[in-house]
């Protein structure tokens, strides 16, 4: 058994600093998911070049894909190679959707900073119940905690609902007095995954309920929010896709606007993992298309990974409003 790490020793930040600044700066933090060396050095060096906080996102997928203590030593490597170039920004290591304590202990002994409980699937009673203990464990180590109300639909590898509730705004006091949770993601329309809304050709998606946001906020003022299943699955990249073989039609995501709007409200944290797929999945089936004879990973990762930095930098810059922050 490996001995027990606290966040600190990797460099690591949690993320109530980040969010009491976010709230006031009316940006929102980018939370990133990361599996692989590209994708951390991507996020790493958008986030670095366009200086923006940033919290790294581990999912259960991502635990049983590249192995957690691997993750948790790329993170320090990460940290110590932005370092040495000389950049400043605040880093997190958090957990994405934790469904059990154990799991969230877990992390938190292995030197993740911040992590999610997610018991959205129990009823309200059990999920304060989950949350509480989660926040009790997390509190003695300065980890902090998001916790869910609210359903999100989608499909995902891990995570996965059939229908959405959206988030009653007349539950959140009561949640977050009982579990004392640092950060509360919502449910307002949001969803995992490329396919996130039914739209014929021509036709604009619903709007987000900016309403449920708005009462939320009024309920807890100050507070954190945190929104889920917040790509905006970019054409451009879904038409390359498709143009070298894949089959994505109908794939869409948020408005960047709407993404906007969010961030210059309490939301503080918003997750994206799809867009990063999305693009290095485009570049991956384009560079194979123009050179068959390809078959060193480094002349295909490359290009995919350089592209994710431009829409990590992008993303940071024209939506989220993190990027010129440190
Ligand atoms: O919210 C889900 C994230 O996109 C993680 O997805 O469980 O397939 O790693 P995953
Ligand atoms: P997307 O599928 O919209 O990227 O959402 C990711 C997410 O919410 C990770 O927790
Ligand atoms: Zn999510």
């Not at 957990?95 to 959205?120: A, P």
Request: glycine share 8%; hydrophobic share 35%.
């Amino acid at each position: 058994m490996a001995a027990n790490t606290h966040f600190t020793e990797l460099g690591l930040v949690n993320t109530r600093e980040m969010f009491k600044k976010a709230m006031e700066g009316q940006y929102a933090i980018p939370a990133y998911n990361f599996n692989n060396m590209e994708q951390l050095q991507a996020i790493m060096m958008g986030c670095m070049e366009s200086h923006s906080p940033v919290i790294l996102q581990v999912s259960s997928g991502a635990r049983k894909y590249a192995n957690q203590t691997l993750l948790k030593h790329m993170a320090r490597g990460a940290v110590e190679m932005v370092r040495e170039l000389g950049s400043k920004i605040p880093i997190s290591l958090h957990l994405d959707h934790g469904d059990t304590f154990e799991l969230c202990k877990s992390c938190i002994e292995s030197g993740f900073s911040s992590v999610m409980i997610d018991g959205s699937a129990h009823s309200f009673n059990d999920n304060i119940e989950l949350t509480k203990k989660v926040v009790e464990y997390a509190h003695q180590h300065d980890v902090t905690v998001e916790g869910e109300l609210g359903v999100l639909a989608g499909i995902e590898d891990e995570v996965s609902h059939e229908k959405s509730h959206y988030t009653q705004p007349n539950e959140v006091e009561e949640f977050v007095g009982r579990t004392g949770v640092d950060s509360l993601a919502i449910s307002i329309g949001t969803s995992h995954g490329a396919y996130k809304f039914k739209v014929k050709p021509g036709e604009s998606v619903p709007p987000l309920r900016f309403d449920i946001l708005e009462e939320i906020e009024r309920r807890l003022p100050g507070f954190p929010i945190v929104l889920h299943g917040a790509s905006s699955v970019v054409q451009e990249y879904v038409a390359i896709i498709n143009q070298y073989g894949g089959k994505m039609e109908g794939a869409v995501g948020v408005p960047e606007e709407q993404l906007r709007r969010a961030a210059r409200s309490a939301v503080c944290k918003i997750n994206i993992d799809s867009d990063g797929r999305l693009v290095m999945t485009a570049i991956i089936r384009k560079a194979f298309h123009d050179d068959p004879k390809n078959f060193d990973p480094r002349k295909y990762l490359g290009p995919a990974r350089d592209e994710l930095k431009k829409l990590i930098i992008a993303k940071n810059t024209n939506v989220l409003g993190s990027a010129n922050r440190y």
